[in-house]
């Protein structure tokens, strides 16, 4: 079972567009196709979800598509929290916060300290998120703290990356077609195991996040290595 599964959620658009219907029907269908998905990561064992819900670049669509969203955001944050409480699920958001306005900032803040103890399934929420700024920040975080350029290294580079303190992920999902990252978590996703199906989130249930699990499970990870030496060691 993977630890980790980090998700870009797409094709919300494309699968209101097919129903003739505006597209934040789609946004909204994606919100119940997330429930599931969370649930069935929980009762899986999956420790770590994190799905990428609004890019840096999503800001460059029509504005009021973007107020749909926001306020769709908002809407989740104060239905859904106490549900992934009472269930043991951590919250978290990654991204620029200071992008949103006041009344998110404060509800994800809330929604943070609320579950921050729960262990069963850490959910993490990439909003106003981008691969590069999160490395951009992390340089900052380690330039302000005074760090020689000696001591800078993969590892105290990671360390200030907004997802340092989960593992990597072990297998990243792109639903709606698309084979790109489009500035997810770059830095993290080195030696990820892809999956990419053209089902559209909306329509993405437990049995397909079941099947991207199943082609996972037959991914050889060498990490550099070769087949004979992995199969010697276990
Ligand atoms: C993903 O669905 C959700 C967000 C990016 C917020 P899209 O809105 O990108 O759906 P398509 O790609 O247009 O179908
Ligand atoms: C970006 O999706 C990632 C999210 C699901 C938030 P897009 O649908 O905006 O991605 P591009 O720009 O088409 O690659
Ligand atoms: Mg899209």
Redesign the pocket.
Known sequence: MPRHIAI???GN?RWAKRRLMPRVAGHRKGVEALRGVIRACAERGVSHLTV????S??WR?PQEEVTLLMELFMRALENEVAKLHENGIRFRVIGDLSGFSGRIQALIRDAEALTRNNTRLTFTV?ANYGGRWDVVQAVKKLMLSGVPAGAVNETTLAEQLSMADAPEPDLFIRT?G?Q?I?N?LMWQLAYTELYFTDAL?PDFDAAALDAAIASYRTRERRFGRTSEQLRSTS
């Open positions: 870009i959620m797409d658009g990428f819900a609004f890019s670049e999503n669509r990439a709606g698309e790109r489009s997810f989130w």
